[in-house]
């Protein structure tokens, strides 16, 4: 057998090292198609978060409170998979159109046991009952907003302006864990950047030819026409709205929105929180890490 001669072996290495590169740059092609492919721009991104929302809210108003006062499973749950209210626990995925009966048996009526096996049946078909082919079956409807400078700017200040308008008189009850924090100053019962970081918007209709002012949280479609009592900002909330969820150090993120926007907007006086709950002081400085978001 011949030795292999200098210049082919030379011209071996050539050749592995070409063909290594070859190999470097089709993988970095390949990754890049990938994250074109799975990444979609930031604009559309947001594009797409906004139609998410829209959607949700428009399903969120099908389900009347005459027809969904005491189901276990809340609007929430249905509406971010295509479920929309049709009748008495009876819903319809807006895509797909199949129906889904959400009846369960009266809690008095079985043993606990039983009711929750129930629960967990309709939860499943929450998922299953879709057609094979439809989109909520396997991608629920998604927005996450995180509670950033966007965030004040696109959302929290236009539903601040929304409490600028003549005649009106808001009167709310201040949650305890925002009075007991202001020393030496009162905090207005009308205060619109309360109303504002939990979740209420200002809006007018024309009932029996007077106008009224009307609060809306579009996270849970709670309304109410506003009177002459004080009205609860946070226990008027549907009991599933996501403003009162918690981040993950625990802290209402109602606390965290209204935070953010006292410190920004008015002065907060000395000792301000220093009487805070340890966990809203724990998570002080992490307010970046929390995010508005419908899914459950």
């Known amino acids: ?7 082919d072996r030379v011209g071996s290495e050539v050749s592995m090292g070409a063909l290594h590169e070859m190999k470097r740059k089709a993988r970095e092609k390949l990754l890049s198609l990938t994250q074109t492919v ?9 594009k797409m978060n906004s139609e998410s929302f829209s959607t949700y809210k428009a399903i969120l108003k099908s389900y009347k409170f005459e027809l969904w006062a005491g189901n276990e499973i809340n609007p929430r749950e249905l509406a971010v998979h295509g479920w929309e209210c049709k009748g008495r626990d009876q819903v319809q995925c807006i895509t797909c ?13 079985v043993a606990i046991e039983v009711y929750n096996r129930c629960i967990r049946r309709v939860r499943e078909q929450i998922l299953s ?21 966007n965030f004040f700017n696109d959302v929290v200040l236009p539903r601040i302006a929304t409490y600028n308008v003549e005649g009106l008189t808001l009167r709310m009850t201040v949650p305890e864990v925002v009075a007991k924090n202001v020393e030496g100053t009162k905090l207005s019962s009308g205060d619109p950047v309360l109303g504002a970081s939990l979740g209420w918007s200002i809006e007018t209709e024309e009932i029996a030819g007077r106008k009224h002012f009307v609060a809306v949280c579009e996270y849970c479609a709670r309304s109410f026409v506003l009177g002459y009592t004080d009205f609860d900002p946070v226990k008027t909330h549907q009991r599933w709205c996501p403003l009162l969820g918690v ?50």
């Open 247 to 296: 981040n993950d150090d625990d802290i209402p993120l109602w606390i965290v929105i209204y935070r953010r926007m006292s410190s920004s907007m008015h002065q907060e006086p000395n000792g301000y929180w220093e009487s805070c709950p340890s966990c809203v002081l724990e998570g002080k400085q992490e307010d970046s890490a929390t995010s508005v978001n419908i899914a459950t």
């Open 1 to 7: 057998m011949s030795a292999e001669e200098p210049g």
């Open 38 to 46: 799975s990444s979609p721009s930031a604009a559309k991104r947001c």
């Open 97 to 109: 159109k199949q129906f889904l009966c959400t009846s369960l048996p009266k809690i008095t009526d």
């Open 129 to 149: 009952s879709h057609l094979l082919t439809c989109q909520y079956r396997s991608k629920p409807l998604e927005y996450k907003h995180d509670v950033d400078d």
